[in-house]
């Protein structure tokens, strides 16, 4: 079946230190790839997707870039804030290969220090 | 902008009591989802519901596990009998297809 990988955490960074949240994924279609996030207390937002090869999601200077090859979803920022303090849900949707549900990767804890 | 609305925000119910949590999906969206989400654990597919009828249900959605759409608005998750297991936080969503679905709040159900 269909399964997401993620890096566990936490994560640590300073304030304006660079990301990266790796993200690799195996799936039997042709999978649109998703990243979610969620604050303390809140539900899930979706942040970015990218829905074939080659495609890069971006959102609030967070970027995505659907890797077919390597079967990978990185996400990565420039320069990360305090407020990007989260967890990090990558997903995957695989309609075309019969799942209609998110499959969700375990999420990784962002900590972003001052 | 449009969002999925779920009420009540926090449930406590008791082992064995039957529970139902409520959803108002974005209103033009065709296809609703219930995922849960136990502490400190992934988020995971419960149910799928298009066009009126189930339409992919995981492992964890068994018979004591229901859904329905009673009226053009609300969507609903019925636990008939709820386990100590049951405790969640428990997510509806929705989309206009299937690729990109949005999430509501959550409803965490704790039982005693």
């Known amino acids: 079946g269909d399964s997401v990988t993620q890096m566990e955490g936490p994560v640590t960074l300073s304030e304006e230190a660079f990301l990266t949240i790796n993200c690799t994924y195996t799936?039997?279609?042709?999978?649109?790839l998703f990243w979610y996030v969620q604050y303390p207390g809140e539900g899930l937002q979706l942040l970015l997707k990218a829905t074939k090869a080659d495609d890069k999601g971006s959102n609030k200077g967070f970027e995505a870039t659907y890797r077919k090859e390597t079967t990978s979803f990185h996400l990565e920022k420039g320069s990360v804030q305090v407020s990007d303090s989260a967890v990090y849900f990558c997903a995957l949707s695989d309609p075309g290969g019969g799942a209609d549900g998110l499959t969700f990767g375990k999420g990784t804890h962002l900590i972003i220090q001052p | 902008e449009p969002e999925v609305t779920q009420t009540p925000s926090h449930q406590v119910t008791q082992m064995g009591q039957e529970v139902i949590l409520r959803c108002v999906p974005i209103?033009?969206?065709?296809?609703f989802y219930w995922y849960r989400q136990i502490l400190g654990q992934k988020v995971e597919f419960l149910v799928s519901f298009y066009n009126n009828e189930i339409s992919e249900k995981s492992e964890i959605f068994d018979d004591q596990f229901s859904v329905e759409r009673p009226d053009g608005s609300n969507f609903t998750l019925k636990i008939r009998s709820t386990k100590l297991e049951d405790s969640a936080m428990y997510f509806c969503a929705s989309s206009l297809s299937p690729y990109e679905q949005y999430f509501g709040p959550g409803t965490r159900l704790t039982v005693t």
């Open positions: 799936a039997t279609g042709y999978p649109s």
């Open positions: 209103s033009n969206h065709l296809y």
